[in-house]
């Protein structure tokens, strides 16, 4: 099973939107796109997921590519406390397929 | 609200000893997961249990066995624990379907 591409680590400034990219060329047509998030020494927190369309929530919105060959976290205004390492994550069936996840560093 | 909980959050253990992590959750869920976490990864699925009295394989079953013992509670087993099983080991549970995954905080495992 391919795991999605994502970059080692990324900085943004905080009260700035950032976008976090991913890719899953070899995604089929029925695996959802997840996104978690993981502060240092927690368990992951759910932060969003889709499967063709863009999605929103209270926390981020989620950009998928046309080809579902890609796509994009949104975080509209990040804060200090959005500092952690963001997942994205392939689901296929019952299993979520975990790549080793983008690193956020927010500068005050 | 509990959650997701696991217990205990740390151990250690000597070559050739066994264990059972256990895990609970509160949330009525049909679904739970073992996984397990090595530094600067991510996780990787051990085993799952898609509804109660069902347990699947995941990526890295070998070394492990589970019990669903019931819809709440979801174990995790080493007979025989190994250096090679050092990680963080998180349980999840999720509704039917595996939809959004609820995260427990971790057992950290130390094998000497």
């Known amino acids: 099973d391919a795991k999605t591409t994502q970059p080692n680590s990324m900085e943004s400034n905080e009260e700035e939107p950032v976008h976090l990219p991913c890719n899953h060329s070899?995604?089929?047509?029925?695996?959802?796109i997840h996104w978690y998030r993981q502060l240092p020494s927690q368990g992951p927190e759910y932060v969003i997921h889709?499967?063709?369309?863009?999605v929103n929530n209270r926390m981020a919105s989620l950009a998928i590519a046309e080809d579902r060959k890609s796509s994009t976290l949104i975080l509209h205004r990040a804060t200090l406390r959005d500092a952690a390492v963001y997942y994205c994550?392939?689901?296929?069936?019952?299993?979520?397929?975990w790549g080793a996840g983008t690193k956020l560093i927010i500068k005050p | 609200n509990a959650g997701v909980t696991q217990t205990p959050k740390f151990q250690v253990l000597k070559t050739g000893q066994s264990m059972t992590l256990q895990c609970a959750q509160d949330?009525?869920?049909?679904?739970m997961y073992w996984y397990r976490q090595d530094p600067g990864m991510g996780l990787r699925l051990i085993y799952y249990?898609?509804?109660?009295?069902?347990?699947d394989k995941g990526e890295v079953p070998n070394g492990y066995n589970v019990s669903r013992l019931n819809k709440r509670e979801f174990s995790l087993r080493l007979e025989s624990a190994a250096p090679s099983q050092t990680s963080v080991y998180f349980c999840a549970s999720s509704e039917a379907g595996g939809g959004r995954a609820f995260f427990g905080q971790g057992t950290r495992l130390t094998v000497v």
């Open positions: 994550i392939r689901r296929s069936n019952y299993q979520l397929i």
């Open positions: 070899t995604i089929s047509g029925t695996d959802y």
């Open positions: 949330m009525n869920h049909n679904s």
């Open positions: 249990s898609a509804s109660e009295g069902t347990t």
């Open positions: 889709g499967l063709t369309s863009n």
